[in-house]
């Protein structure tokens, strides 16, 4: 298994362009995430999704879109990129028993900067 | 909403020693996980543990949910230890899944 992986690395974008942020996961997970890291602070959870079909704002959504067509596929759109959204990626994804949901797997991160 | 509290926020150690990081949440929560990110930025999952306590290898765990802490024990460290522990929380009652992360313990060992 190559658990999640994400694509690109790294990526420099100018302000106002837009670019998707790709993630996908070979556990047949149903629970996946996207969470943004900003230099010396944890994690916050952007969108997440249920299942294929359904997606939710987190706690930092605006400026964000997701979709879901796919299990194992789950990618994160910037419209119009600004400064403030410089910071590195995680997508990541967990399966869920019964009332919980279980242990998070994390991809290696999209560093982004926005100039 | 819920609060996620670490300390300490960073940690020297010698290789070899022993230590104990902390967790502080502010209300009831259906789970716990604790995360070593590496020098590299990646990201690894340690414990899932709503309470009670797990061992793996030099690393344990234990959280208390009635007085809403968790404590990471790591002994006899070494240099591949280094790097960020982050402590996160399902809040009860929230959407599942929805981790809230602390600020995380910079841990640093020296050889």
């Known amino acids: 298994n190559a658990g999640v992986t994400q694509t690109p690395k790294f990526r420099i974008l100018k302000i106002g362009q837009s670019m998707t942020l790709q993630c996908t996961q070979d556990?047949?997970?149903?629970?996946m995430y996207w969470y943004r890291q900003d230099p010396g602070m944890g994690l916050k959870l952007i969108y997440y999704?249920?299942?294929?079909?359904?997606?939710d704002k987190g706690e930092v959504p605006n400026g964000y879109n997701v979709s879901r067509s796919t299990t194992e596929d789950f990618p994160l759109r910037l419209e119009l990129a600004a400064p403030s959204q410089t910071s590195v990626y995680f997508c990541?994804?967990?399966?869920?028993?019964?009332?919980?949901?279980?242990?998070?797997?994390f991809g290696p991160g999209t560093r982004l900067t926005v100039l | 909403g819920i609060q996620v509290e670490q300390s300490p926020p960073d940690l020297i150690l010698q290789e070899g020693a022993n230590s104990t990081l902390r967790c502080n949440f502010s209300?009831?929560?259906?789970?716990l996980q604790w995360f070593h990110q590496n020098p590299w930025g990646q990201l690894i999952n340690l414990f899932y543990?709503?309470?009670g306590t797990k061992q793996n290898g030099r690393l344990s765990a234990t959280t208390v949910a009635t007085e809403r802490y968790s404590l990471l024990y790591i002994s006899s460290s070494q240099t591949t230890d280094s790097g960020v522990y982050f402590c996160?929380?399902?809040?009860?009652?929230?959407?599942?899944?929805?981790?809230?992360f602390g600020k995380g313990t910079k841990l640093s060992v020296k050889p």
């Open positions: 990541a994804s967990s399966s869920s028993g019964g009332r919980r949901t279980d242990t998070q797997y």
């Open positions: 556990m047949n997970h149903n629970y």
């Open positions: 999704s249920v299942g294929a079909g359904i997606t």
């Open positions: 209300d009831s929560v259906n789970n």
């Open positions: 543990i709503p309470s």
């Open positions: 996160a929380v399902e809040p009860y009652g929230g959407s599942q899944g929805n981790l809230i």
